[in-house]
């Protein structure tokens, strides 16, 4: 069965202590594996947006653009680059805390991640 899914969103939300902060937003009802890179740095991981979450990623700052992508099953779902200067950012602290589910989460062990696009 295939689902139409909407995209993940991904939003840079500043930096701590020499790196940023990317905040990964799943609207839908299902997890979602996802991959993420850094543009021109070899920064790169993979994690779980759970449904109906915010979960974070932290990278190693770089001079100029810090140019982030998500991606699910290898097709781009958001690029975002942030330019970290006190400009447009500020240190944060403390950090942030996830937005608590409107649903009750089963444990990951429990569903089956495996979305179709």
């Known amino acids: 069965m295939t689902r139409n899914l909407t995209k993940l969103q991904l939003t ?14 799943n609207l839908n009802d299902i997890d979602i594996q996802y991959n993420w ?7 790169a991981g993979q994690g779980i947006a759970l449904a109906k979450y915010d ?7 770089v001079r100029g653009p810090n140019t982030a992508r998500v991606l699910v099953n290898g ?6 680059s942030a330019h970290l200067n006190y400009a447009f950012y500020h240190s944060i602290e403390p950090l942030p805390e996830p ?19």
């Open 99 to 117: 937005i608590p589910p409107s649903l009750e989460l089963q444990s990951l062990e429990q569903k089956q991640l495996c979305v179709m696009v």
């Open 55 to 61: 979960v974070f990623f932290y990278t190693s700052l």
């Open 12 to 25: 840079n939300i500043g930096w701590t202590d020499g790196f940023a902060i990317w905040r990964v937003r």
């Open 37 to 43: 890179d850094v543009y021109e740095t070899g920064q």
């Open 75 to 80: 097709i781009q779902q958001m690029v975002k």
